[in-house]
Structure formats: C-alpha cells, structure tokens
T-cell receptor, first 114, second 112 residues
Framework: KAGVTQTPRYLIKTRGQQVTLSCSPI?????VSWYQQTPGQGLQFLFE???????NKGNFPGRFSGRQFSNSRSEMNVSTLELGDSALYLC?????????????FGPGTRLTVT | GESVGLHLPTLSVQEGDNSIINCAYS??????FIWYKQESGKGPQFIID?????DKRQGQRVTVLLNKTVKHLSLQIAATQPGDSAVYFC???????????FGGGTRLMVKP
C-alpha cells in the first residue's frame, strides 16, 4: 500500500507570494491533518479535514487555509507569505479522526521564503 | 536531511543499552498519548500509543509508561540500536478537541 505522498518536496518562494501544497493520503484514509514544523516552535497543528469538511483548526492566521477533495486528497494554501512561514509542512492521514487513532505522516514539503 | 530542531534535548546512549525518553504534558484532560519517531528527512513515524485508562503498554522493544498523577509519559527502548537514532516526540489528545498536541521532541543518539 502506498504511503502518504506530498508534493512538491521542496519549494522556494518570495515574501508576499502565495503557495499551494498537496497531500495524497493512504488509500481508504478519510482524515488528513496538516502540521507546520520549525526548529523554534516544533510540530504545530494547522488543521484537519475529514470527508471534505474541516473538523479541527489550530492557532494559525487566516492566511493559512486548506481543503479536501472527494477522493480525500488535500491541499493547503498560504497567502501573502512571510519569512516566518519557512518550515517543513507535514501532512498525515488516518482512517478516522486523527485524535482517535494512528496517523501516517508524509515526508513533508520544505518551504523556504526569501 | 531535514533539521527538525536545533536546540532539542539530546540523549546519548551506547548501543545495546536501554533508553528512556521522558515527556511531561500539561493537560489533565488528555486521554490518549502517542510516541512518534522522526528520522532525518522523513515524517514522524508512529511507535506506540496508550490510553489514559492504562499505565503501561508494551510493543516490540518499546514500552510506554503513563503517570497521570504527575502528568508524565515515558518511552523505554530496550537494547538500543543505531537505527533507533532519531528525534522522538510525544503527542497528547484533548478528550474534547480530538486534536493532537506534540511535545518539543528529544534527540536520541546511539553510539556504536
């Protein structure tokens, strides 16, 4: 069974631009969660989607948004990029809501904002 | 590989020794806890979980202990191997929110 895939793996953007990251969950998984990982703040929860609906949201500004499609694939978008948005963005999928069971993480997208 | 933390606490052990990684959590309402392992360049990988109605759970070479009185979680790795070198995170779930909150992580270095 294929694991969680994320594209692109690396991305360089300029301040003020926007970016869209993609995540394909494990086949059959309906929950997709997004996390931001930085050396200073560690792993922080962004949001979770289940059956195309956002079920949980972390403490991030409205510049961070996401969506989930009917095939469970998910995208997250960051608008008006800031230098502090440079991070590893991780996506994780699970059969049920993330808090209820095992999550499987993708390798992440490394975003660098210059 | 990816750097997951420049200032993580580090535990250095000799190959073959047992390792104990600790995690303190703050939310007494948390009812589910997970340990993850993250190797350089990879996403976190599930190791073992435990629910709040238990105080110990064992897996293959790993044991998780939960002390709800002092809000403390530990991961014990028996006969540590070089392949165990990674950053280890604990995560907790708030029984109301269904969200996972991750700890800051501990870097485990295994000396051959």
């Amino acid at each position: 069974k294929a694991g969680v895939t994320q594209t692109p793996r690396y991305l360089i953007k300029t301040r003020g631009q926007q970016v869209t990251l993609s995540c394909s969950p494990i086949s059959g998984h309906r929950s997709v969660s997004w996390y931001q990982q930085t050396p200073g703040q560690g792993l922080q929860f962004l949001f979770e989607y289940f059956s195309e609906t956002q079920r949980n949201k972390g403490n991030f500004p409205g510049r961070f948004s996401g969506r989930q499609f009917s095939n469970s694939r998910s995208e997250m978008n960051v608008s008006t990029l800031e230098l502090g948005d440079s991070a590893l963005y991780l996506c994780a999928s699970s059969l049920i809501l993330a808090g209820g069971g095992e999550q499987y993480f993708g390798p992440g997208t490394r975003l660098t904002v210059t | 590989g990816e750097s997951v933390g420049l200032h993580l606490p580090t535990l250095s052990v000799q190959e073959g020794d047992n390792s104990i990684i600790n995690c303190a959590y703050s939310n007494s309402a948390s009812d589910y806890f997970i340990w993850y392992k993250q190797e350089s360049g990879k996403g976190p990988q599930f190791i073992i979980d435990i629910r709040s109605n238990m105080d110990k759970r064992q897996g293959q070479r790993v044991t998780v202990l939960l002390n709800k009185t002092v809000k403390h979680l530990s991961l014990q790795i028996a006969a540590t191997q070089p392949g165990d070198s990674a950053v280890y995170f604990c995560a907790e779930r708030d029984n109301a929110g269904n969200m996972l909150t991750f700890g800051g992580g501990t870097r485990l270095m295994v000396k051959p």
